[in-house]
């Protein structure tokens, strides 16, 4: 069944892990961070994703289920003050036996996306990378993904994407490739292929707002055909998310009318990279990334610190002044007062 505001595009925040600080699960402030996204306007969640920390999905940390499912709550809780429900999308990794166990287990727990990383299949051919997507869509509505290597994804050449556009359970892409050349593979195959039911989410942390406002326009059988993202599944809506959920509006309003883009859009779009920079340590490779988003959110409250899974995760050199730096340089671009007024309450019960 087609979720119409999967399709009219929305802000997903990738969810981060609540951890205390001996590494294990802090529910309280888990839920609280769930509370914060749907109370900021999300119009859903993905769980169990990189922001998630992927090592969750390994038998010996035994977090998965409970993560999926607390979020699930919170968003059953939601749905029932809400006119449409919220849009569930739980991260899916393993090989294809692993695979469609974990979509089978989010599927039971009210998910309806399944975003897949292809990371165990780095090896596979094109064609089996497609048998393992059409075996996962088997369970649960596909939601494409291409991560960029960097962050534990894989290269995935267009003749991949043509393939995943013939999987009739296929129903999102995110795109986060941090490269403008591969993100134009995955718009020409849904191009191509003929289908217009497929929603485009950006990833691309580097290149929010630009996916957001550009048209991708290819010829297809001699003729035009135009192809947009149409909202944001993003580690950098983990922060800010209010402030997401505006900047979503104004985007969607201003390709609406038509017309040029703003000057007042097109600088936030280089502020809010320079943001993105420091919170995911683009300096080193983004190796502080899960640090840079728990750090605003640990300054924040919602989170007890930093800690992540890996004991070896942490900071990049300099990333903590440039994360000083640019929450001071923008502060329009956070929530701290709308997180301090409502705090108490999403953490209470």
């Known amino acids: 069944m087609p979720n119409d505001l999967l399709h009219r595009g929305t802000v997903i925040p990738a969810h981060p892990l609540a951890l205390t600080s001996d590494r294990k699960l802090d529910e309280r402030r888990q839920r609280a ?17 990189h922001t998630t920390q992927f090592q969750i999905h390994e038998a010996s940390c035994g977090l998965l289920e409970p993560v999926l499912a607390l979020a699930a709550e919170e968003m059953n809780r939601a749905d029932e003050k809400r006119d449409e429900p919220l849009v569930r999308v739980a991260g899916i990794c393993g090989a294809t036996e692993q695979a469609v166990r974990e979509a089978t287990m989010a599927r039971e727990l009210g998910y309806g996306l399944g975003l897949l990383n292809l990371r165990a299949l ?3 051919s094109v064609p089996q990378l497609v048998e393992h997507c059409r075996a996962v869509a088997e369970v649960i509505g ?3 993904f291409y991560l960029q290597p960097g962050l534990n994804g894989i290269d995935l050449p267009i003749e991949f994407w043509r393939g995943f556009c013939e999987i009739e359970n296929a129903q999102a892409i995110k795109v986060a490739v941090f490269d403008r050349y591969l993100t134009l593979h995955v718009m020409r195959a849904v191009a191509e292929s003929g289908r217009d039911d497929i929603a485009l989410y950006t990833g691309n942390d580097d290149s929010i707002v630009l996916d957001l406002v550009t048209p991708f326009k290819f010829q297809v059988g001699g003729k035009p055909v135009t192809v947009r993202f149409v909202g944001g599944l993003l580690g950098q809506w983990a922060v800010g998310a209010l402030p997401a959920t505006k900047l979503l509006d104004e985007c969607q309003r ?4 038509g017309g040029a883009i703003s000057q007042e859009l097109m600088t936030l779009a280089g502020e809010l990279t320079d943001v993105n920079a420091a919170i995911f340590d683009a300096a080193n490779g ?8 728990h750090e605003v ?3 924040q409250g919602l989170l007890a610190g930093e800690a992540c899974l890996d004991a070896n995760e942490v900071f990049g050199p300099g990333q903590i002044e440039e994360l000083d730096r640019t929450l001071a340089a923008y502060p329009h671009l956070g929530d701290d007062e709308f997180v301090a007024e409502h705090l108490d309450e999403w953490l209470a019960g």
């Open 297 to 299: 959110l640990r300054r």
């Open 142 to 144: 596909l939601f494409g």
């Open 122 to 124: 780095k090896d596979a």
């Open 254 to 257: 201003q390709v609406a009318a």
């Open 286 to 293: 983004f190796g502080g990334c899960v640090p840079g988003i």
């Open 33 to 49: 961070l769930s509370r914060y996204y749907l109370a900021a306007g999300a119009g859903g969640l993905a769980v169990g994703v």
